[in-house]
């Protein structure tokens, strides 16, 4: 009788159309592939039991976080190359179909009942984008510790692309970081004396930068965990007189500011409530002042993402193409005046990421478990991959509240 690895390879060559595009190795020690392909280890029949009840990449995911499924060597070109040959042979999801499950059901006799779903898949409940769903959507995502955040990010803490203004080697992440802070001052024309607010400002980077130059910063999250690091920085940095973090909704913000920023928060509103969203940043700002939202972009299927990073990551986030948002802003009565796509810069940064999160590997599975420690491999490699693929973007939105203004007609950024 031929092992299980040539049965699931005999049963999905008419759905892949040829040959598997990876080497399998199976539980029983069985192979079948070509020998030169990327290696795939089914450690468990679990696996095919979650593909068969979850057809394409979340059955394919859940196993993969779950150690079922091990990929030797590198995961991205792993999957590059699974992604380059799905391409070339015309295949939709590596032929995520009923008959996939039908050729499983050769493979895995007893999947009558689906695997439970991994610890660390994601379980909101309630009226989608609710305020109390949108706080738990946020803290699935934001609240696993600021430790955990620090062994990716950089010192400043910036999660969201930086603007990278140099290939010299010795020109870093934070560098980068530091650039793209200023770029939004530059671009929102902030001044010392001036009044910003930060709408969804995360560990505080954008908040803690402009405060330390002399801007009076007014910021809001729902992430208590973010909340409690940017107050310890306030306090260690001695910015209280520049800079109050609210843990507050967007849409309890109130007041009016000379500018105002909201950096890659945007895609974490929703659908329906974008309207809500642009009128709140338009009611924000004074006449004549400057609205700036880096936010990201995606045309097609899947605007959360897709079905991975919508069931582990990223619960309820809604991307559209960048062409929509400035629709968004401009029907909310502010005026679009520029649109800087920076999705190369992405790519680098994600690529940055990637070193810090390899190198504290170790640590990131002390503190959150080889299972989570799995989901963010799998989510930082599969988000460089779609900015470097161009099935992502991000941009930056420039945008101001009608009144006299001083965007200059000449910009230098």
């Known amino acids: 009788m031929s092992g299980v690895a040539t049965r699931i390879a005999d049963g999905l060559r008419p759905l892949v159309r040829g040959d598997l595009p990876v080497r399998l190795v199976a539980w029983d020690g069985s192979t079948a592939g070509p020998a030169d392909a990327p290696l795939v280890v089914l450690n468990s029949p679990r696996a095919l039991s979650r593909v068969f009840w979850r057809p394409g990449e979340l059955g394919a995911a859940q196993a993969y976080v779950s150690g079922e499924i091990d990929v030797e060597g590198d995961l991205d070109a792993a999957l590059t190359h699974v992604w380059d040959v799905a391409h070339e042979r015309g295949l939709d999801s590596m032929g995520a179909t009923p008959a996939m499950a039908a050729a499983l059901l050769k493979v895995v006799r007893d999947v009558r009942l689906p695997p439970s779903a991994p610890d660390s898949q994601a379980r909101v409940r309630g009226r989608l984008h609710s305020k109390l769903r949108d706080s738990r959507a946020i803290s699935h995502h934001y609240d696993l510790s600021n430790e955990f955040y620090s062994l990716i990010l950089d010192e400043s803490m910036a999660y969201s692309s930086a ?79 520049h800079v109050e973090i609210h843990l507050r909704d967007y849409r309890e913000v109130t007041g009016e500011f000379d500018a105002v920023a909201s950096v890659e ?149």
């Open 163 to 241: 603007y990278w203004r140099s290939d010299d080697p010795a020109y870093t992440l934070a560098d980068a970081q530091r650039d793209k802070l200023q770029l939004i001052l530059d671009k929102l024309g902030l001044q010392p004396g001036m009044s910003m607010l930060d709408v969804g400002c995360g560990w505080g980077s954008l908040s803690l930068y402009a405060a330390e130059r002399g801007i009076r910063v007014t910021g809001v999250t729902i992430a208590a965990e973010q909340k409690k690091f940017i107050d310890e920085r306030i306090r260690d940095r001695g910015l209280e007189d």
């Open 265 to 413: 928060m945007g895609e974490h509103v929703g659908k329906r409530n974008y309207p809500t969203y642009a009128a709140v940043l338009r009611r924000a700002v004074r006449p004549g002042g400057r609205v700036l939202v880096q936010q990201m972009s995606r045309r097609g299927r899947h605007p959360g993402g897709g079905p991975f990073i919508e069931s582990f990551i990223a619960p309820d986030m809604h991307m559209r193409p960048v062409g929509e948002t400035v629709a968004f802003f401009e029907d909310a009565g502010l005026e679009v005046r520029d649109v800087h796509a920076m999705r190369e810069h992405y790519v680098r940064t994600v690529a940055a990421w990637i070193d810090v999160f390899e190198s504290n590997f170790d640590r990131v599975v002390e503190l959150v478990g080889e299972e989570v420690a799995r989901v963010w491999r799998l989510y930082l490699v599969g988000g460089q991959m779609a900015f470097r693929d161009g099935r992502m973007g991000v941009d930056q939105i420039l945008a101001v509240r009608p009144g006299p203004h001083t965007v200059p007609p000449v910009r230098t950024w």
